[in-house]
């Protein structure tokens, strides 16, 4: 690489999750999550509809849990890959066809989307990342400083990919 120059397993960029949003986000969800069991246990309609906001909030406070401990991770960009602190692998480099934060693109607040050459099993992180067919998004709970950075570096890589010739 003639334009980028980087070591073999060193981290470029990172995102985290900023801690008032993440505070604000999964705080919502739980008193969300509270109140819907407390209408089901204190003023109970009908049996059916009863199970349901009992069913609703126990979803709300199990992703409220999923989200308390994905935007625990960090998101780690290195020559070879897009990796969170954990060790999963978002996505591979060499595997990204396209990168687009347009607004109008459908991607998590503060962040983009990656498009793949091909398809990975589905995943999802919330308030960090998610991955559905061959298209991953990133950001959601992330600062906006964070996920343009490691954008800009990730279109700089795609564009010295595309243009060498070997």
Same mark, same amino acid.
């Given at each position: 690489?003639?334009?980028?120059?980087?070591?073999?397993?060193?981290?470029?960029?990172? %995102?985290?999750?900023?801690?008032?949003?993440?505070? @604000? *986000?999964? &705080? /919502? +969800?739980? $008193?969300?999550?509270? =109140?819907?069991?407390?209408?089901?246990i204190v003023r109970p309609?009908? %049996?059916?509809?009863?199970?349901?906001?009992?069913? @609703? *909030?126990? &979803? /709300? +406070?199990? $992703?409220?849990?999923? =989200?308390?401990?994905?935007?625990?991770?960090?998101?780690?960009?290195?020559?070879?890959?897009?990796?969170?602190?954990?060790g999963q692998v978002v996505?591979?480099?060499?595997?990204?066809?396209?990168?687009?934060?347009?607004?109008?693109?459908?991607?998590?607040?503060?962040?983009?989307?990656?498009?793949?050459?091909?398809?990975?099993?589905?995943?999802?992180?919330?308030?960090?990342?998610?991955?559905?067919?061959?298209?991953?998004?990133?950001?959601?709970?992330?600062?906006?400083?964070?996920?343009?950075?490691?954008?800009?570096?990730?279109?700089?890589?795609?564009?010295?990919?595309?243009?060498?010739?070997?």
């Amino acid at each position: 690489m003639q334009g980028l120059d980087f070591k073999e397993g060193e981290v470029i960029a990172t %995102i985290n999750a900023s801690p008032g949003r993440r505070i @604000l *986000g999964v &705080g /919502s +969800l739980c $008193i969300l999550s509270l =109140m819907v069991i407390y209408v089901g246990i204190v003023r109970p309609p009908e %049996i059916g509809w009863q199970i349901f906001l009992l069913a @609703l *909030g126990g &979803g /709300s +406070l199990w $992703i409220a849990e999923k =989200m308390r401990r994905a935007t625990a991770l960090t998101l780690e960009l290195t020559p070879e890959e897009l990796r969170d602190s954990s060790g999963q692998v978002v996505a591979r480099t060499a595997d990204i066809a396209s990168l687009d934060r347009g607004m109008f693109a459908f991607k998590p607040s503060n962040g983009f989307l990656l498009r793949l050459n091909a398809s990975d099993q589905r995943a999802w992180r919330p308030g960090l990342w998610w991955r559905l067919g061959n298209r991953v998004g990133v950001g959601g709970m992330t600062p906006g400083h964070q996920a343009k950075f490691m954008a800009e570096i990730l279109s700089a890589m795609i564009a010295e990919r595309s243009s060498d010739p070997s």
